[in-house]
Structures are given as C-alpha cells and as structure tokens.
C-alpha cells in the first residue's frame, strides 16, 4: 500500500468514467421533444435523479431533473403527458469535461447549487456525475488514510517530537 500523499493528487474525472463500478457510465438520453411521462420512466428504470437532454446529434442541450419536474410541471395548467421536455428543462447547463479533477467538480456543484453534472466529452455526453457520488469517493478516500496511518507504527519512546 502506498502511503497517501500530503498534497491530494486530484483525481480526474475520466479515471472515475474508468472505474467499472461506475454508476452513471452507461449514458442515459432523453431527446426534447420527447414527453415528460416519458422522461421519468427513464429516470425511474434507470434509478436517476437527473437526464441529459440531447438533439439528434448527440448533442448536450439541457439537463431534466426531478426538481424540474416537480417545481415546472406543478406550474403548468395542462395534463402531464402533454409537456414535453423541452418545456421544462433546464437550458443553462453547467458541466465538466473528462479533464477536470473531482475537486474541480464539487466546487461547481457547491456554487451552482446542483446535484448532477453532464461529463461531456467533445460535443457528446459521456457520462453523468452526482454529489453522492463524489461523497462516496471522498469518503472511501479518507478511510483509506485512516487505514494507512493505523498502520504507521507510533513512535512514543523518544523524547521530543520526531518524524519518521
């Protein structure tokens, strides 16, 4: 075991889309014209709290989440299955790209106020982001060092402070 380094090596956000247990690397879409209804069954088979919304071309064009559909849809005076995404979703979409580190994610997600962030790679969404996911990683993180410094024999015989 390595021993973690005093300055946090930031970890990607492409190393996380490489991680095989990722939730959110199988992209799941959903195109504008397509019909609320529609979008929260994906939510609901997928176990999302959020979509991409993407044009024909793959193209990010907004983001839906359940926020979204309950704050907007509650608003509209017509039947839920005639609301179509496009109506509600959310135009200005704040993202990151593979490059970026979790950090840099956070600090997004904490100025935005957002719970989810499209990965977008090029024009293409690959991936989606959550704030429980980046707890889980800082979590799993700081136990790793507690576990590391568990194993970092203490030294208590010498007088004085000492370093190893």
């Known amino acids: 075991m390595l021993p973690p380094s005093e300055e946090r090596i930031a970890m990607k956000i492409k190393d996380l889309l490489n991680m095989k247990d990722f939730k959110y690397r199988a992209v799941v879409t959903v195109g504008p014209d397509e019909a609320v209804p529609a979008a929260i069954k ?79 790679d090029g024009k293409k969404v690959a991936g989606m982001i959550s704030m429980r996911d980046l707890l889980g990683f800082q979590y799993e993180e700081t136990k790793a060092k507690i576990r590391y410094a568990s194993l970092v024999p203490r030294r208590t015989h010498l007088g004085g402070t000492t370093e190893l």
């Open 42 to 120: 994906k939510m609901i088979e997928h176990d999302r709290g959020s979509l991409p919304v993407c044009n024909g071309k793959g193209e990010l064009v907004g983001i839906i989440t359940e926020r979204d559909i309950v704050r907007k849809c509650f608003m509209l005076s017509t039947h839920l299955a005639d609301i179509k995404v496009q109506d509600i979703m959310t135009k200005q979409v704040a993202f990151i790209l593979p490059e970026d580190d979790l950090d840099y994610a956070i600090d997004i997600m904490k100025q935005k106020r957002i719970r989810h962030l499209p990965i977008v």
